[in-house]
T-cell receptor, first 117, second 115 residues
Framework: DTGVSQNPRHKITKRGQNVTFRCDPISEHNRLYWYRQTLGQGPEFLTYFQNEAQLEKSRLLSDRFSAERPKGSFSTLEIQRTEQGDSAMYLC???????????????FGPGTRLLVL | SQQGEEDPQALSIQEGENATMNCSYKTSINNLQWYRQNSGRGLVHLILIRSNEREKHSGRLRVTLDTSKKSSSLLITASRAADTASYFCATAAPLTQGGSEKLVFGKGTKLTVNP
């Protein structure tokens, strides 16, 4: 039984560089979510995919952020021109659901911790 | 913005003691969930309680929900050092498309269980 996996687990980068994170959801889950968690806070929603379609984006997701889920399986989150304020834990979660049935429990990966110097 | 607010922010107890954490939220809910996060790691789902339930048990965990007060509590009985973690309550807010929901978390309670 494989859960949600994320790579890399840690990333240190210099301000202005681009970074990309990957999330592999649980295989039968068609819904995928990205959250961001800063120190001392709970996770905050960034964006949501149903299959390959990105259906919702938070206002936290500035123009420097882009997320994809090209084949409805794994997803990538890219941050361009990183800033120190981007330093956070980026969490991915997945669940299964249709418009007729929604599973409430989201299963989280271990996260990618980003540090921008 | 944070929906749930946990109380206390930090809690330190001895192994074997019970730990109680509280969560308050602002809007009406269909369910409330509790998650655990070990230091620097992802979140692990602990328990979900629906709005028509008042109490739910899972092993050493007991969750209560009072929708009239918009509050929930998580009780961990006979705590162990391995229970040391941050605990978050989460409520679901509907997304505009796709029939899904996002989870809205509080800031969490940091629990330390001393051996």
């Amino acid at each position: 039984d494989t859960g949600v996996s994320q790579n890399p687990r840690h990333k240190i980068t210099k301000r202005g560089q681009n970074v990309t994170f990957r999330c592999d959801p649980i295989s039968e889950h068609n819904r995928l979510y990205w959250y961001r968690q800063t120190l001392g806070q709970g996770p905050e929603f960034l964006t949501y995919f149903q299959n390959e379609a990105q259906l919702e984006k938070s206002r936290l997701l500035s123009d420097r952020f882009s997320a994809e889920r090209p084949k409805g399986s794994f997803s990538t989150l890219e941050i361009q021109r990183t800033e120190q304020g981007d330093s956070a834990m980026y969490l991915c979660a997945s669940t299964e659901g249709t418009i007729y049935l929604s599973r409430e429990t989201q299963y989280f990966g271990p996260g990618t911790r980003l540090l921008v110097l | 913005s944070q929906q749930g607010e946990e109380d206390p922010q930090a809690l330190s107890i001895q192994e074997g003691e019970n730990a109680t954490m509280n969560c308050s939220y602002k809007t009406s809910i269909n369910n409330l969930q509790w998650y655990r996060q070990n230091s620097g790691r992802g979140l692990v789902h602990l328990i979900l309680i629906r709005s028509n339930e008042r109490e739910k048990h899972s092993g050493r965990l007991r969750v209560t929900l009072d929708t009239s007060k918009k509050s929930s509590s998580l009780l961990i009985t006979a705590s162990r050092a391995a229970d040391t973690a941050s605990y978050f309550c989460a409520t679901a807010a509907p997304l505009t498309q796709g029939g899904s929901e996002k989870l809205v978390f509080g800031k969490g309670t940091k629990l330390t269980v001393n051996p």
